[in-house]
Nanobody, 122 residues
Framework: HVQLVESGGGLVQPGGSVRLSCAAS????????LGWFRQAPGKEREPISC????????WYADSVKGRFTISRDNVKNTVSLEMNDLRAEDTAVYYC???????????????WGQGTQVTVSS
């Protein structure tokens, strides 16, 4: 079993930045991955980024590529998402997730957290 707890988020102006963090605990397998997905009101869940626990390889959705950066700390078992140049369409609840590399990209998560709201508005 894996527990994931997100922090960060809040209200940010367009063009601004925010950093999300996620603390993972439990039975973490180093050949799995950690990542983030988001869900806006009335929309499907959207996988946006993931990072390999073992080698740090990363993946980003086209919608966030070049603006968001994912990182991990294997000692602290945390994963972070630095979000820059935020836009109104980035407004969503952001969830930390754990699963296989392919699963996180395809939207199949073994575990996920409670989520944290990010609102981009002036």
């Amino acid at each position: 079993h894996v527990q994931l707890v997100e922090s960060g988020g809040g209200l940010v102006q367009p063009g601004g930045s925010v950093r999300l963090s996620c603390a993972a605990s439990g039975f973490i397998l180093d050949y799995y991955a950690l990542g983030w997905f988001r869900q806006a009101p009335g929309k499907e869940r959207e996988p946006i980024s993931c990072i390999s626990i073992k080698d740090g390889g990363t993946w980003y959705a086209d919608s966030v590529k070049g603006r968001f950066t994912i990182s991990r700390d294997n000692v602290k078992n945390t994963v972070s998402l630095e979000m820059n140049d935020l836009r109104a369409e980035d407004t969503a609840v952001y969830y930390c997730a754990y699963g296989t590399w392919t699963g996180l990209i395809l939207g199949e998560y073994d575990y996920w957290g409670q989520g944290t709201q990010v609102t981009v508005s002036s």
